[in-house]
């Protein structure tokens, strides 16, 4: 998993718990950070704001990533969890006054809730029955949204206040960014190290081999359900952020199509890995983007062809996923390790 | 009491399609546990193509349903050839991932061919309707309803009886001592991809016959899943009998509760329903429990 390179070895447990470990690592990374700290500075309005929804969505990957990657629990409701923690972190903010501070991570705890209320019953039963429920969940919560108009606005959106910490309101797309940035860190961070632990390895195990991890004294019921509060709060974060974003929420960003995308942006990037969650998130949102920028050139090229430019996006985009499966089946973060090992091997790659 | 009847009819009749669509959908997850969110598109791709035998080829609705049946047993086997069987032996949330992006290619490469406009069958059936007693009964229900009824029966008589349907339940079973019966397990997963294409153009036509034909018609596909669950993830009696509980269930909180909840409740019936049974009976009616033995 960890590959060291030639010549670094842990003498100690302090290194070994190391997630940077070479100075080669940590130059990288922080080179990396410099660049993602410069990248509002340079990049124009168009690119920073699409840099913000992959935020979003990295963190909603990262969080889909904990219950299906580490502990191998199937979800196809994320996006309408994300949509809970949007209308929570919303409705708190406007009506309650709350501080978003405070309302972000509240939002994520009510959404672990709701999360928790759909998942008990399913995780009785092992195999895939926690995939319907979840499904069940997406359908029923949708609907909530829909009509509960009292609350929720219904189709007509509920307006969204720019988020405000300590008098500073981030109402651009330019700060917004540096609030997305630091939140996915941290959420990145998290994730990382919890794989690390004592419950990170219990999921793990539990997606390996559930009766061989129940006969070493893992207690499924208790994890099953950490990994699914853990996996509902950061879609709640996901959700806080991207509505206090875009200052209009609907249901439709919440259905199932949105659910559907986040599983996606996890296997394409890889199972299982914080890095393969962050890969599929900025593939998910570029993907569509580019196909966009595809049809548009094209049907200005031929007329009267919007819907079939549309209608092929959606082939492509079915395509692109199916390829995925059968030809990458373990995703961008493999073969960027492959290429990673490929250098570091070079020239002497057997 | 005359609503309640009316009711009833349109419930069943719709149940009958949800039994029909689930059919397909329990049989490919008992051979081969996929579980298929493609239905509801096979459903629409089955239904679009009859519509283009019959309204633009100008073939008799018969023949043309014939055909569509025979194009729809190629699309199974093709299917199953091109994208499942790359994937046995890979994890199962892969397959499933499969079949939504198979799912949605389908409903793209139809949405190209077709539109998205509603169109309907030119009248097939007489729009006169059929009094039995005091109420009325539009003459393509008592059609769908008919023939649901004789293709359920034909596949269950399919798996009792004939040597190939014995097959598939024995794969189904076990595929390790199905293979070494000698029983080719891979034309059995293709059957039943073929199996469950077939079932689904004939639910897509009958909803086509009644309600049009658009892209929303994919929706149906989700249904599938309070179905299966309320019978029984891996039993086709199950299948079945659920699909006209829940048909029913939702024609009446159609008909009942939507005046005093508001519109939709319907939609989402089915799957609080799904909620309730995983509460407290998770392997539905007739479904097997599972008895893991290390």
Redesign the interface.
């Known amino acids: 998993m960890n590959r060291l390179p030639s010549g670094v070895f842990n003498t100690s447990y302090q290194q070994d718990a190391q997630l940077f470990r070479t100075p080669v690592q940590r130059i990288s990374l922080a080179a990396f950070l410099v660049a993602l700290i410069a990248f509002p500075f340079v990049g124009n309005a168009y690119v920073v704001s699409l840099a913000i929804i992959v935020g979003i969505y990295v963190i909603g990957a990262v969080g889909l990533n904990i219950l ?1 990657g580490f502990a ?1 629990q ?1 979800s196809i409701g994320h996006g309408a969890f994300v949509g809970v923690g949007a209308y929570v972190s919303a409705i708190l903010v406007a009506e309650a006054g709350v501080p978003f501070l405070i309302a972000m991570p509240l939002a994520g705890l009510v959404t672990a809730c709701v999360g928790l209320g ?1 998942g008990l ?2 995780l ?6 926690l ?3 979840t ?2 969940a997406q ?2 919560l949708n ?1 909530i949204m ?2 509960w108009s009292s609350v929720t606005k219904g189709t007509s959106g509920l307006p969204v206040d720019s988020p405000e910490i300590l008098g500073f309101v981030f109402n651009n797309d330019f700060s917004y960014y540096f609030l997305v940035l630091a939140v996915a860190i941290l959420a990145l961070l998290f994730a990382r190290n919890l794989q690390r632990t004592r419950i990170g390895r219990a999921m793990t195990a539990i997606r390996d081999n559930d ?1 061989a991890a129940e ?1 070493i004294g893992i207690n499924l019921f208790r994890y099953k359900l950490t990994a699914f509060f853990i996996s509902s709060f950061y879609a709640g974060i996901a959700g806080s952020l991207w509505a206090h974003y875009v200052t209009l929420i609907t249901p439709e960003h919440f259905t ?1 199509v949105e659910s ?1 995308n986040y ?2 942006a996890i ?1 394409i990037g890889g ?1 299982g890995s914080v890095l393969g969650a962050v890969l599929g998130a900025v593939f998910m949102v570029l993907l569509p983007e580019v196909l966009r920028l595809l049809s548009d050139s094209l049907s200005g090229i031929f007329p009267n062809v919007g ?2 430019f549309s ?12 390829l995925f ?2 030809y990458e ?1 373990r995703g961008l973060n493999h073969r960027w390790q492959m290429i990673k090992a490929y250098w570091k091997l070079w020239p002497f790659s057997y | 009491m005359d609503f309640f009847i009316q009711l009833s009819v349109a419930g069943l009749v719709i149940g009958s399609v949800y039994a029909m669509i689930a059919l397909g959908f329990v049989l490919i997850y008992k051979s081969s546990s996929v579980i298929n969110f493609a239905q509801g598109e096979l459903l629409l791709i089955g239904a679009f193509l009859c519509l283009w035998l019959t309204v633009d080829m100008g073939i008799p609705f018969l023949m043309s349903f014939a055909i569509t049946l025979v194009l729809a047993l190629g699309l199974g086997f093709a299917i199953e050839r091109l994208f499942l069987r790359p994937m046995i032996g890979e994890p199962i949330l892969s397959v499933i991932m499969l079949t939504i992006g198979l799912s949605i290619m389908l409903r793209g490469i139809s949405i190209i061919i077709w539109g998205t406009d509603t169109r309907t069958f030119p009248e097939v059936f007489s729009s006169e309707p059929v009094k039995i007693g005091s109420i009325n009964i539009p003459e393509v229900y008592l059609w769908s309803l008919l023939l649901s009824m004789i293709f359920l029966v034909a596949f269950s008589l399919f798996f009792k009886k004939t040597r190939l349907g014995i097959a598939m339940r024995a794969t189904a079973d076990d595929q390790t001592a199905a293979l070494s019966m000698g029983i080719s397990v891979k034309r059995i997963f293709a059957l039943s991809w073929a199996i469950a294409a077939i079932v689904a153009s004939v639910g897509g036509i009958l909803l086509g016959n009644i309600n049009g034909i658009n892209i929303s018609l994919t929706q149906f596909g989700l249904k599938v899943f309070p179905v299966v669950i309320l019978g029984g993830l891996d039993s086709i009696p199950g299948a079945i009998v659920a699909g006209l509980m829940i048909g029913l269930l939702e024609s009446y909180s159609g008909g009942y509760l939507d005046p005093l909840i508001g519109s939709g409740i319907k939609e989402v019936m089915p799957f609080v329903i799904l909620m309730i049974v995983l509460m407290i009976k998770p392997y539905g009616l007739f479904g097997q429990e599972r008895i893991e033995r290390v």
């Open positions: 299906t191998g199937i759909f019953p399913s009785r039963v092992k195999g895939l029955y995939a319907i429920a499904l069940s359908v029923i609907y829909n009509n009766l006969l199932i559907i599983l996606a296997i199972i819907l079939f209608a092929m996006k959606d082939v492509i985009f079915g395509l692109i996923i199916i499966l059968i089946p």
